[in-house]
């Protein structure tokens, strides 16, 4: 559980307890209900291969059977919409249902900056989300990740904070100059709507919006380009 922190390693708390990346990512890939997305590959030359079809997976590793609908796009850096395919899903406990997508999704106009956004709903809930990149982070045109920060006091220990972009940000996380137990944190704002995370901290602050940072692989490029 525990190394060397602060750290790039494979631990999922610190010592004192404090959640670290990990811990939020191995909550997303446990949790019951799982949605991604794989390419096949065509191999063209030695050097060189293309993506020859696009598979979703819906995954249930609940005891209860799921429905949903399967809602992918394939959308800009910006959340423009490009390509959309939907489909409702039925999967038994412990069953993963795949599902080709249509061609089209193969090979978009500008693959260094547009992404498929999947998604599994039910009515207005999220069940869940991912998303599938068609180059290497390394290729990719990541945007500027300016992100908007509302943030509202629950009670002397818990903060509200609101964050919404214009931009595709992958990787969010809020770092925190004070201890602090985040509902969610490292993960990616793949569309325009706000995320809601809540704060519990150990010991009352005035004001939380200048006690923290926003760091994401968009703010990385940024400064290293």
């Known amino acids: 559980f525990n190394d060397c922190c602060p750290s790039m ?9 404090r959640k670290k990346a990990l811990y939020y990512y191995a909550r997303r890939f446990y949790a019951p209900v ?13 050097q060189k291969k293309s993506i020859e079809s696009i598979t979703a997976s819906v995954v249930n590793h609940s005891v209860l059977p799921m429905t ?18 939907k489909r409702p899903v039925s999967v038994g406990p412990g069953d993963v249902a795949k599902i080709l997508l249509p061609q089209s999704f193969t090979a978009p106009k500008n693959p260094q900056n ?5 998604l599994l709903e039910n009515g ?10 068609f180059v290497p982070d390394k290729y990719f045109d990541f945007p500027a990740g ?5 943030t509202k006091r629950l009670d002397e220990l818990k903060w509200e904070i609101v964050l919404q972009s214009k931009n595709m940000v992958k990787d969010l996380c809020i770092d925190c100059d004070f201890d602090a137990d985040l509902s969610d944190n490292y ?8 995320r809601s995370i809540t704060i519990e901290t150990d010991n ?10 926003l760091v994401s692989v968009n703010s990385i490029f940024a400064k290293s380009g």
């Open 9 to 17: 390693s494979w631990s999922c708390i610190d010592y004192g307890g």
């Open 204 to 213: 009352p602050i005035d004001e939380i919006k200048d006690k923290i940072t």
């Open 34 to 46: 799982v949605v991604s997305a794989s390419a096949q590959y065509q191999q063209e030359r030695p």
């Open 114 to 118: 547009s992404f498929i956004h999947i």
């Open 187 to 194: 993960f990616d704002l793949l569309s325009d709507k706000p």
């Open 124 to 133: 207005d809930d999220v069940i869940a989300e991912n998303s599938f990149f």
């Open 68 to 85: 949903g609908l399967l809602l992918c796009r394939v959308v800009g850096v910006n959340f423009e919409i490009i390509d959309e395919f």
């Open 146 to 150: 300016d992100v908007e920060v509302k």
